[in-house]
Nanobody, 118 residues
Framework: QTQLVGSGGGSVQAGGSLKLSCTAS?????????VAWYRQAPGKKRELVSS???????TYEDIVKGRFTISLAVATNTMYLQMNSIQTEDAGEYYC???????????WGQGIQVTVSS
């Protein structure tokens, strides 16, 4: 059973930066494996923040365009979400997902909490 272990969350002031990571327990990123990051704010449904297809095409939610960057380091089995100029509406539980296309992925990480103070 492949595990995705997330890290990098925490509390940040608005305008600050965080870099979320998810590392897989085995190298699932070689070959065909699209990845994505989701956010779930309290009382809201889980929303797609960013995705990257297996051929490298990236998508971003409108409110994060120009501020967030999704990336993948195959050599270290790790996917990332660089979050810059963080806003209060970015707060929530972030989930990484791998090997699939939105909304269906084979592997999911545990939630990573991001708290934003104004």
């Amino acid at each position: 059973q492949t595990q995705l272990v997330g890290s990098g969350g925490g509390s940040v002031q608005a305008g600050g930066s965080l870099k979320l990571s998810c590392t897989a327990s085995r190298n699932i990123f070689i070959g065909s494996c699209g990845v994505a990051w989701y956010r779930q704010a309290p009382g809201k449904k889980r929303e797609l923040v960013s995705s990257m297809s297996n051929d490298g095409i990236k998508t971003y939610e409108d409110i994060v365009k120009g501020r967030f960057t999704i990336s993948l380091a195959v050599a270290t089995n790790t996917m990332y979400l660089q979050m810059n100029s963080i806003q209060t509406e970015d707060a929530g539980e972030y989930y990484c997902a791998a090997c699939g296309d939105p909304p269906s992925f084979r592997h999911w990480g545990q939630g990573i909490q991001v708290t934003v103070s104004s």
